[in-house]
T-cell receptor
Framework: AQKITQTQPGMFVQEKEAVTLDCTYDTSDPSYGLFWYKQPSSGEMIFLIYQGSYDQQNATEGRYSLNFQKARKSANLVISASQLGDSAMYFCAMAPSGSARQLTFGSGTQLTVLP | EAQVTQNPRYLITVTGKKLTVTCSQNMNHEYMSWYRQDPGLGLRQIYYSMNVEVTDKGDVPEGYKVSRKEKRNFPLILESPSPNQTSLYFC?????????????FGPGTRLTVL
């Protein structure tokens, strides 16, 4: 069984500052993938970034980076230079290797960017 | 345009009245899934399908049925809806077996069961 824990129900950040959203996971699978999704108030799910458990380097996608610490089982999302449009719910999720069919999600973090 | 479509987007119904939420993808994806989203719980998988005529239960399958008669379509059926099935529902699709296959999500269907 897999479990994702997001301990920050809500966070605030000042525009142009960086923010880290926490995600810890638990799995017995030797190989897995970690994902972050953004859900704006309009409701759609937007894929942001992916990290494979055997990837040597932390994933980056534009202003998003994933701080992957395998030994600590954490996969924190870092957003640099926050923008007002970053205000949204953010979900961390994971899937066992070979099973893109099944994502396990955390409960989400509501990020609010302040002007 | 590559997309996953769901219909209807919003639905208010009454307890016990059978309903179907349709899902269709135009990316020739093998994998399709249904999730429900509830406050404080994130998204939880209801059912998934690895290909035509192959479906399996996710984490919260009770009260739901699915079918996969065509590769592009994966309808979600509530035979006798109850108020605890009031939720936001997402259909998703992805290709292949590798872990890194982004799941493409539909726009969501907000269901209210009175």
């Amino acid at each position: 069984a897999q479990k994702i824990t997001q301990t920050q129900p809500g966070m605030f950040v000042q525009e142009k500052e960086a923010v880290t959203l926490d995600c810890t996971y638990d799995t017995s699978d030797p190989s897995y993938g970690l994902f972050w999704y953004k859900q704006p108030s309009s409701g759609e799910m937007i894929f942001l970034i992916y990290q494979g458990s055997y990837d040597q380097q932390n994933a980056t996608e534009g202003r998003y980076s994933l701080n992957f610490q395998k030994a600590r089982k954490s996969a924190n999302l870092v957003i640099s230079a926050s923008q007002l449009g970053d205000s949204a719910m953010y979900f961390c999720a994971m899937a066992p290797s070979g099973s893109a069919r099944q994502l396990t999600f955390g409960s989400g973090t509501q990020l609010t960017v302040l002007p | 345009e590559a997309q996953v479509t769901q219909n209807p987007r919003y639905l208010i119904t009454v307890t016990g009245k059978k309903l179907t939420v349709t899902c269709s993808q135009n990316m020739n994806h093998e994998y399709m899934s249904w999730y429900r989203q509830d406050p404080g719980l994130g998204l939880r998988q209801i059912y998934y399908s690895m290909n035509v005529e192959v479906t399996d239960k996710g984490d919260v399958p009770e009260g739901y049925k699915v079918s996969r008669k065509e590769k592009r379509n994966f309808p979600l059926i509530l035979e006798s809806p109850s108020p605890n099935q009031t939720s936001l529902y997402f259909c998703a699709s992805s290709s292949g077996r590798a872990t890194y296959n982004e799941q493409f999500f539909g726009p969501g269907t907000r269901l209210t069961v009175l």
